[in-house]
């Protein structure tokens, strides 16, 4: 039902790049035996412990000294170990670019993150180079960097249990929208009523308060159903980030803020022309919604301001790794 934040996971991916490096380059350099090489078979036992320890590993396999494929095992959707459709044996790779940079290294070489052409997902391709009796191969593994991402930060048993929460989101607004439409149906029928027997000219000048005062309320439950079914369903949120959250306040709030105006200028009304004598209520209400512009406005400025030193300091981190990583090379 929704699609993939690649600009999120991107992000994330630069914020952790050193992390991710070293955590697949052990990886790959701790199967990466020359024996492979001779007992391809070997390959699938291989890959269950991989997927087993680093369940964001989706792909491994092997390329012969021509960039050749001999042999693809791979994660199906429970999670267990097969071969991969043998979609890939016997594929000419000679012309990737891990191949190449592998082949002219002795080093791990890892990928810039990509689109997999299998799931459409962000992924990064690992390359070890193997040597075993003569015989010359490389060992490739290919993560799913999203999976991997949630890995390190510990919200793998979160991304488990979104789609239960996803639906229960996607109930409750079903209900407010329901609700909203009972309420929409109520204040034009209404309308139609005192149309069809205006009655007393007193009683036809309030009718029209009272069905603007429940179209409001079914225009407030209306949005919030919305904001709710938008942010929670529909687009792929990232927890981590304050300005997901920030945002998705603003909206709560702002549908508030819109219904409370509204009640409080229509109590105005009917107090000028004397139908009501809560004034008091309504220049309260008014004052109140006020304040909330105020503070919701001081909230999102605040949390921007905290958000841009947050990436400031990131920014600047990841300058300093990559410095230190230079010169250690």
Same mark, same amino acid.
């Given at each position: ?8 996971? &991107?992000?994330?991916? !630069? ?18 035996? +020359?024996? #492979?090489?001779?007992? +391809? ?55 990737? +670019? ?10 791990? !070489? ?22 075993? %009796? ?14 991997? &991402?949630?890995?390190? #930060? ?28 009972? *309420? ?14 205006? %009655? ?7 009718? +029209? /308060? ?11 439950? /209306? ?5 709710? /079914? ?9 927890? !981590? ?14 549908? &508030?803020?819109?219904? &409370?105006?509204?009640?409080?200028? *229509? ?6 022309? %004397? ?8 220049? *309260?209400?008014? /004052?109140?919604?006020?304040? #909330? ?18 990436? %400031? ?17």
């Amino acid at each position: 039902m929704h699609s993939a934040n690649y600009i999120s996971t &991107i992000d994330r991916y !630069h914020e952790q790049s050193r992390s991710i490096r070293e955590l697949i380059e052990s990886i790959i350099t701790g199967i990466g035996e +020359p024996r #492979l090489l001779s007992d +391809p078979s070997g390959l699938r036992g291989v890959t269950e412990k991989l997927i087993d320890l680093y369940p964001f590993v989706d792909l491994v396999y092997l390329l012969d000294e021509d960039g050749v494929q001999v042999a693809e095992y791979g994660a199906d959707e429970t999670g267990h170990v097969n071969r991969a459709h043998g979609q890939g044996r016997g594929v000419d790779r000679s012309q990737r +670019p891990y191949f190449k940079r592998a082949a002219e290294s002795e080093n791990v !070489h890892l990928t810039e993150p990509y689109l997999s052409a299998a799931s459409r997902d962000l992924c990064i391709s690992a390359t070890v180079r193997l040597e075993h %009796g003569g015989k010359v191969g490389y060992l490739v593994i290919d993560v799913d960097l999203e999976a991997m &991402i949630s890995f390190l #930060l510990g919200d793998t048993m979160r991304r488990r249990v979104e789609p239960f929460f996803r639906g229960l989101y996607a109930l409750f607004a079903a209900a407010m929208l329901l609700v909203a439409g009972v *309420l929409f149906y109520s204040s034009m029928s209404e309308l139609v009523h005192a149309l069809m027997e205006p %009655g007393w000219a007193s009683e036809l000048q309030l009718k +029209p /308060f009272e069905v603007i005062v429940v179209l409001t309320l079914a225009m407030a439950i /209306f949005d919030l159903a919305k904001t709710v /079914f938008e942010e929670e369903v529909l687009l792929e949120k990232d927890v !981590h980030r304050h300005s997901t959250v920030r945002r998705t306040m603003t909206r709560f709030v702002a549908a &508030i803020l819109v219904a &409370i105006l509204i009640e409080g200028l *229509l109590t105005m009304f009917k107090v000028s022309m %004397g139908y009501s004598d809560q004034g008091v209520t309504a220049t *309260l209400m008014v /004052f109140a919604a006020a304040a #909330l512009l105020v503070a919701l406005g001081l909230y999102v400025y605040l949390g921007a301001l905290a958000e841009k030193a947050l990436l %400031g300091n990131n920014g600047r981190s990841r300058r300093l790794r990559n410095v230190r990583d230079k010169e250690e090379h």
